[in-house]
């Protein structure tokens, strides 16, 4: 199956515990980024990744690292979780340069609970 | 600064009935416009953008860059249609997409 692929599907954590999510995509693709859709199911860019590059940092606390491996992955690791990280993060991945079609490939989500 | 706004958070209609899910953009480049479409806990998918001009699943979406909108619309709706639609506008560089709030979409019976 070629796609977009997130591990953990869900994670339930105690507040102030550090916790990763994976991210793999086999489209070949060159870009790949982390969303965050909370509750109200607003969904806003967190991080973009191009061939192992942060290029896009929106505002995020220090405690969310991204971290890309190679073009392939791209995880995201958050420190000392707070109540308010509780929201669905989905992966995403773009061949870049690619224009006119600028579309995302999306992965499943990873359901965040912190309690 | 580019931004989009879809005003309806949630809209719910018969099954046979015609939907149109409103979205407008703000954005000073030249506008490439998206319609992503979320089914009941599944990952976001492309359902169609603008430079195609295509109809998928009988939705149709023309950007109109006078009213800067490009909404959704199909003239029946269908119960398998219930679902989170949200409008995405690519950036010039077409590296960043700005989503807006979503529109929840119900089709009764």
């Known amino acids: 199956d070629t796609a977009v692929s997130q591990t953990p599907k869900y994670l339930v954590t105690q507040m102030g515990n550090d916790k990763s999510i994976k991210c793999e995509q086999n489209?070949?693709?060159?870009?790949m980024y982390w969303y965050k859709q909370d509750s109200k199911k607003f969904l806003k860019i967190m991080f973009s990744y191009n061939n192992k590059e942060l290029i896009i940092n929106e505002t995020v606390p220090n405690r969310f690292s991204p971290k890309s491996p190679d073009k392939a992955h791209l995880n995201l690791h958050i420190n000392s979780l707070e109540l308010g990280d509780s929201a669905v993060y989905f992966c995403a991945s773009r061949l870049a340069g690619a224009p006119p079609y600028n579309e995302q490939f999306f992965g499943p989500g990873t359901r965040l609970t912190v309690l | 600064a580019q931004r989009v706004t879809q005003p309806e958070k949630l809209l719910s209609v018969f099954k046979g009935a015609p939907v149109e899910l409103k979205c407008n953009y703000s954005?000073?480049?030249?506008?490439?416009l998206f319609w992503y479409v979320q089914y009941s806990r599944q990952r976001l998918q492309l359902l169609l953008r603008?430079?195609s001009r295509e109809s998928i699943k009988g939705f149709t979406a023309d950007l109109n860059k006078g009213e800067t909108s490009f909404h959704l619309k199909k003239p029946f709706a269908q119960e398998e249609d219930s679902a989170m639609y949200y409008c995405a506008l690519a950036n010039n560089a077409g590296n960043m997409l700005t989503f807006g709030g979503g529109t929840r979409l119900m089709v009764k019976p």
């Open positions: 603008h430079i």
């Open positions: 489209l070949g693709h060159d870009t």
């Open positions: 954005y000073s480049g030249s506008p490439e």
